[in-house]
């Protein structure tokens, strides 16, 4: 036996799993993307429907690191609740347990044709959808492929002693033995980064007889454990408190039920027993051409046992589970973050939807930000508080930076392999960018007139004060309304947003009028009138960057 070749070809097959794994998981986002936006940004607070909303998706991306990853970026974004979130993570669990079940039913014989079928699409296709259908084909026929590939590269050690000695040590008849199996598993999973490979390398080995059924299921464990350090990662670098919570909730969700499982442990086997029997499943240790042939339907049942008994009872207990999170976590820090530059993980580009959604938060923040600006120039020109207006010129400085931050980590989504409306996304995400940072102009050429006004003491008739504060108070109105925008397009939204346009270029041809009128009888000086007139401009160009951002948002132009 050349063990060289048993390693090679059981590492082999299991890249192709792992392979398989991303292109079906890629294509399926790529067919689905728009539709599994649309179905998690709409999640109800009902913790029950949010789970099934979990298990949906991500039975159709086949992945929840893929689905915990989106929705801790749609959090981070304002666009779901911390509760909605850990519910539907408690879906995402039980929807991963369907690519466990597939493999159990053994459709080796249909990888090839199913890798001819898939190529043929994807290479020759001219539809784009076509395209994304053969990626999802040839990815399913590739897992199965692997799996052919290492169960082959398997065969041979099962007869030899020096293994069998290594594998007895994987024991699941005491407690000490439970644990070695779970750490085991938990660390191989945290490796590949895949729980979906480690269970799919688990049935090979118990299928090949080198792992029985009980230390199978404690690894099966270990691994529901290790798969939560893809949503740790994805928090790290954030300093949104609410990405920390959902992740530690999902880590919190899974460590506490593998505990409770190794508690009961016996039991929980003959559990698995019994509902596969029940499920018309033959019995488990059934022999065939030196295979234990069945062992990977009781794995598989194992797993959606495990994960559905687990989402079950944090359901009813999801208020608890939230409050502990919340303790666990880092603490929010609202005056630190105000001004704190974009931190965008590269892990976030495999997921697209994810890294839109990571963008998009980082764009609203850098609304609040101009918002702020705005609000407090203006309040400064009502005080004629030069202290107050000294905060213009950090908060300038900061929108140009984040402009350069976003609209590089959009350029670098861009370069990723992305659907036609993801792409029109990015195009629309760089405009509203742009239109923030103009916004942030405007309000920078209003505060330098604003501190001339202050040190010259240049007086302005009650009048024109009333003005400025009037169309200043449509411009934040308009700020607020794409704000709105940015994270959940409003109902009759282009509606509201032309009315406040209309609004704004009415005033301003009012006000300029009024003004005139003013300069002619004396009542208003040439000087602070110039500045008026200018200031009013300014207000203008702000309400038209608006418009530009709310056709961004509507995908119009």
């Not at 915990?68 to 408690?90: K, P």
């Not at 398997?154 to 699941?172: N, R, V």
């Not at 090949?208 to 529901?224: C, T």
């Not at 704004?504 to 000087?527: K, P, V, W, Y």
Request: charged share 20%; proline share 2%; with cysteine.
């Amino acid at each position: 036996m050349n063990l060289l070749n048993v390693f090679i070809q059981t590492l082999g097959g299991l890249g192709l799993f792992i392979l398989g794994m991303k292109m079906m998981t890629d294509g399926l986002q790529m067919s689905a993307g728009d539709r599994i936006k649309k179905i998690l940004s709409a999640v109800s607070s009902n913790r029950v429907v949010g789970c099934g909303t979990g298990a949906f998706v991500t039975a159709m991306v086949q992945s929840s690191s893929a689905t915990t990853v989106m929705l801790i970026s749609f959090v981070g974004a304002g666009m779901m609740t911390l509760q909605q979130a850990v519910g539907v993570i408690l879906g995402a669990n039980i929807g991963t347990t369907i690519t466990a079940q597939m493999i159990a039913f053994k459709l080796t014989s249909v990888a090839l044709p199913a890798i001819a079928i898939g190529v043929g699409l994807k290479f020759f296709s001219k539809n784009r959808r076509q395209r994304y259908i053969g990626e999802v084909i040839l990815g399913f026929g590739l897992l199965f492929f692997g799996m052919t590939v290492m169960k082959q590269g398997l065969a041979p050690i099962k007869g030899d002693p020096q293994f069998i000695e290594f594998f007895t040590k994987f024991d699941a008849g005491s407690l000490s033995g439970i644990l070695f199996c779970v750490a085991t598993g938990a660390v191989l999973t945290f490796m590949i980064q895949s729980s979906s490979a480690t269970v799919g390398l688990t049935m090979t080995l118990a299928a090949q007889g080198l792992l029985d059924f009980p230390a199978a299921m404690a690894l099966v464990l270990g691994e529901n454990i290790g798969t939560t350090i893809t949503a740790q990662l994805a928090t790290i670098g954030s300093k949104n408190v609410n990405t920390h919570r959902a992740a530690r909730a999902h880590t919190l969700f899974n460590v506490i039920g593998v505990v409770i499982m190794i508690a009961i442990f016996p039991f929980f086997i003959q559990l698995i027993e019994i509902v596969s029997v029940a499920l018309g499943a033959d019995p488990l240790n059934q022999v065939t051409n030196n295979e234990l042939v069945n062992v990977s339907r009781y794995i598989a049942n194992g797993h959606s046992i495990f994960n559905i008994l687990s989402a079950c009872v944090f359901l009813i207990f999801l208020p608890w589970l939230i409050r502990v999170a919340i303790m666990i976590s880092p603490k929010e820090d609202k005056e630190s973050d105000e001004l704190r530059l974009p931190n965008f993980d590269h892990r976030f580009l495999d997921t697209p939807i994810a890294a839109l959604t990571k963008a998009r938060s980082e764009i609203i923040k850098m609304s609040d930000v101009a918002m702020k600006m705005l609000k407090n120039t203006i309040e400064a020109f009502e005080k004629r508080d030069s202290k107050k207006l000294n905060k213009w010129r950090r908060y300038e400085d900061h929108l140009d930076s984040v402009q350069r931050e976003i609209t590089s980590y959009l350029t670098r989504i861009y370069q990723s392999d992305l659907n036609q409306s993801e792409a029109r996304e990015i195009s629309s995400m760089m405009r509203m960018t742009n239109n923030i940072e103009r916004v942030g102009d405007s309000i920078e050429n209003i505060a330098l007139m604003i501190e001339d006004i202050i040190e010259n003491k240049t007086d302005f008739s009650s009048q024109a004060i009333f003005d400025i504060k009037k169309i200043s108070n449509q411009v934040v109105d308009f700020i607020a309304l794409v704000q709105e925008g940015i994270r959940l397009e409003p109902t009759q939204f282009m509606k509201q947003a032309q009315i406040l346009e209309d609004n704004i270029d009415f005033m301003r041809e009012e006000m300029r009028q009024n003004h005139i009128e003013r300069l002619r009888s004396g009542t208003c000086a040439n000087e602070p009138g110039l500045m008026f007139s200018d200031m009013l401009s300014n207000f203008e160009k702000m309400g038209d960057y608006c418009y530009n951002i709310a056709q961004a948002v509507a995908r119009i132009k």
